[in-house]
């Protein structure tokens, strides 16, 4: 009988705690739930950019919001606490299905951008990357020539997978 507890206390003690995951895209609405969901059906592209975000330390926030006529998206740094770094994005509700699906590759590139460089955690350090690794598009607002390319690849797969 004491065998039989001692093994129960030994076998309790080498049980590993709960691993608690951490969801790095966080849709903010079942409507940007869908269009994530859909999305990474839809394009091998975005199902890897999501997986490869998922090797970060960001959070990544996705919502659906009434923007300018102009502005398909945008990928802005919320906040920084400790390691983790919380990043939004944003795409816009004037967009169509598949308009929708190639904005959330196109930022989920530039939010990948981010994460890969750790030193970004201010909106003054987030400009300085975007001035070296790509070019200004109006006042405030930055593009890449590699989000561009991922827009393509994502144009691409829609038309492969209808």
Request: hydrophobic content about 45%.
């Amino acid at each position: 009988m004491i065998a039989l507890l001692l093994a129960s206390v030994l076998a309790l003690a080498e049980t590993p705690a709960p691993v608690v995951a951490v969801t790095r895209m966080r849709p903010l609405s079942s409507v940007a739930q869908s269009i994530v969901d859909e999305a990474a059906r839809r394009s091998p592209t975005i199902a890897s950019l999501i997986q490869e975000l998922s090797q970060f330390n960001v959070i990544v926030y996705v919502e659906l919001r009434f923007t300018p006529m102009s502005e398909r998206g945008a990928t802005s740094l919320m906040s920084a606490p400790g390691d983790w770094r919380m990043l939004r994005v944003a795409l816009s509700d004037r967009l169509d299905a598949p308009g929708r699906i190639l904005t959330l590759g196109h930022e989920l590139h530039h939010a990948l951008e981010i994460a890969r460089e750790f030193q970004v955690r201010d909106e003054a350090s987030f400009r300085e990357l975007f001035k070296r690794i790509g070019f200004a598009r109006g006042q405030s607002a930055y593009e890449t020539d590699a989000a561009l390319d991922i827009e393509r690849r994502i144009r691409s797969d829609l038309t492969r997978k209808g």
